[in-house]
């Protein structure tokens, strides 16, 4: 659980800033659709939210609105992002090659909301040397050097299971403090570094219990 913005000691439910990104999205459609204001009524329409959640969620960070006038869409954004960090740019680095971690380097959509992807690693020596798009892939024996050179923020693994935890704790050895994971492990990591798990055959596990609930024609 993270602290309010500016030093404070109230506790921010992680919950709330896995929100915070959506919002920077949904806010970002309506300033690039020319909207200058934005109620919290219109804001959880559009999010699935309450308004009272909405004006809760922002209130850690601060005042940014008026009762009876709604949000200046610039503006929020604009701190938003700055509370996200994405007021500066996050160099990146994939681990695993496959066709995972090939799709991901190969991703457009990581640069221009600040991720670049500097450098790839994988352990198969016919990988290493390889480019894909502008990235060279280098040898994971090469982790540690690499991500001092490179200055590496953020990595993404993208290796199978059996392997993930070792490139985890690699990973933090090297001082690599945020992990996108998307093997399907739980892995086990120091309460300073933060993994965020990705696996889509769990999504889907959740979206047929759903389908089951609500009475599949199949049978």
């Known amino acids: 659980m993270s602290t309010a913005a500016g030093g404070g000691s109230v506790p921010i439910p992680e919950v709330v800033i ?23 009524r219109e804001l959880g329409t559009r999010l699935g939210v309450t308004p009272a959640q909405i004006r809760k969620d922002l209130s850690y960070f601060g005042r940014f609105g008026k009762q009876g006038r709604g949000y200046n869409v610039s503006f929020l954004v604009g701190e938003l992002r700055r509370v996200l960090g994405l007021d500066r740019e996050w160099n990146t680095a994939v681990i695993g090659v496959g066709r995972l971690g090939r799709a991901i380097i190969n991703y457009p959509g ?6 670049r992807v500097v450098a790839a690693f994988d352990a198969d020596p016919d990988q290493v040397g390889r480019h894909f798009g502008n990235v060279r892939v280098r040898s994971t024996s090469d982790l540690d ?40 492990i739980a892995p086990q990591v120091p309460d300073e570094v933060k993994v965020r798990n990705i696996d889509p055959v769990l999504g889907l596990q959740t979206m047929t219990y759903h389908l089951k609930t609500m009475g599949s024609d199949r049978t």
């Open 18 to 40: 896995v929100r915070l990104p959506l919002y920077v999205r949904v806010l970002t459609q309506l300033r690039d659709g020319g909207t200058e204001v934005v109620s919290s």
């Open 110 to 115: 990581f640069e221009p909301e600040g991720f």
């Open 145 to 184: 050097r690499a991500i001092v050179d490179e200055a590496i923020d953020i990595a993404i693994v993208a290796v199978p299971a059996a392997e993930a935890q070792d490139v985890i704790d690699s990973l933090v050895k090297c001082g690599i403090k945020a992990i996108l994971n998307y093997a399907p």
